[in-house]
């Protein structure tokens, strides 16, 4: 399986993006997909995830401003991001399967700058 995101781009600060990210072939719907992020000089984190039968989960950080949503049919996930803060600033990953054993998309850059 092969993951694609894009949507990432230069937003001012209060902004919204909106993040997708489509597989090469379909992921079973209990199968988490989720988004991940990488800050310069930092460790790559949790951002949100979602699998039929749960509820999203989202870091601490991105929960009231971020929304993760999934279309089966479509091989796709999706993050909403709105009110956009600097400290958003990253690159984010698409992942299936989770961060230790599941796939990685290659990034979309996200910065949110004035």
């Known amino acids: 399986v092969q993951l694609q995101a894009s949507g990432g781009g230069l937003v001012q600060p209060g902004g919204s993006l909106r993040l997708s990210c489509t597989a090469s072939?379909?992921?079973?719907?209990?199968?988490?997909m989720g988004w991940y992020r990488q800050a310069p000089g930092e460790q790559r984190e949790f951002v949100a995830n979602i699998r039929s039968g749960r509820d999203p989960r989202y870091a601490g950080s991105v929960e009231g401003r971020f929304t993760i949503s999934r279309d089966n049919a479509k091989k796709s996930v999706y993050l909403q991001m709105n009110r956009l803060e600097p400290k958003d600033t990253a690159i984010y990953y698409c992942?299936?399967?989770?961060?230790?054993?599941?796939?990685w998309g290659k990034g979309t850059q996200v910065t949110v700058s004035s």
């Open positions: 992942n299936a399967g989770g961060s230790s054993n599941g796939v």
């Open positions: 072939e379909s992921i079973h719907s209990s199968v988490f």
